[in-house]
Structure formats: C-alpha cells, structure tokens
Nanobody, 122 residues
Framework: QVQLVESGGGLVQAGGSLRLSCAAS????????MGWFRQAPGKEREFVAA????????YYADSVKGRFTISRDNAKNTVYLQMNSLKPEDTAVYYC???????????????WGQGTQVTVSS
C-alpha cells in the first residue's frame, strides 16, 4: 500500500518561498511518476508539476513554470516542490500524488496524500 505524507505548508507573504515535501512509502517507486496538484476554495483541483522517479524529468503547469521546481531524492523516497515568487493566487491545499508509469498524462494518479495548506498573503 502506497502512502504519501506531505509537509511544509504554511503562511507566507507574496514574493516569498516555501518548500513542500512528500514522503513516499510502501513500494519501489522507480517506475512511478510523482505529481503535485492543488485545490483552491471553490475551484477544481489542478495540476502543478510532475517528476519521473527513474530519470528525474519534469513537467510543469504554465502557471508555475519558472517559479516552482519539482525534484526527488531517491535515497529518502521524497519528492519536493520548491515554490518561489509566490502569489496570492497560489493559495490552495497542495496534494502529492503518484501513479505507476512514466506518462505525463494527468489521468491514473491512484495514490494521494492528505494535503498541506499553503496560504500566500498580499
């Protein structure tokens, strides 16, 4: 059973930075893709970024490209989301997710964490 535990959320002023972590356990993730999604109040969940566990290749939503960086630490089985130049519109609950396979498709994310709140004040 895959378990994903997020941490690192909080309150930050616009222009500031936060780093989210997602600790993964339960299986070998070498053939998995890990993603970050977010959901703001009253809005649908949206994709933020993804990384392939085997080669570290990354994929970003246009809204965060150049500001956010996703990475993974194989030794720690942990995925990170470094968020810089934060904006009030980045305020949301951020979720870590994983799926078997290396496609960038947003479908088939089978495992989800509990989420961590990020609030950006203006």
């Amino acid at each position: 059973q895959v378990q994903l535990v997020e941490s690192g959320g909080g309150l930050v002023q616009a222009g500031g930075s936060l780093r989210l972590s997602c600790a993964a356990s339960g299986r070998t993730f070498s053939s998995y893709t890990m993603g970050w999604f977010r959901q703001a109040p009253g809005k649908e969940r949206e994709f933020v970024a993804a990384v392939r566990w085997n080669d570290g290749n990354t994929y970003y939503a246009d809204s965060v490209k150049g500001r956010f960086t996703i990475s993974r630490d194989n030794a720690k089985n942990t995925v990170y989301l470094q968020m810089n130049s934060l904006k009030p519109e980045d305020t949301a609950v951020y979720y870590c997710a994983s799926k078997c396979g290396i496609s960038w498709s947003l479908a088939d994310y089978a495992y989800w964490g509990q989420g961590t709140q990020v609030t950006v004040s203006s």
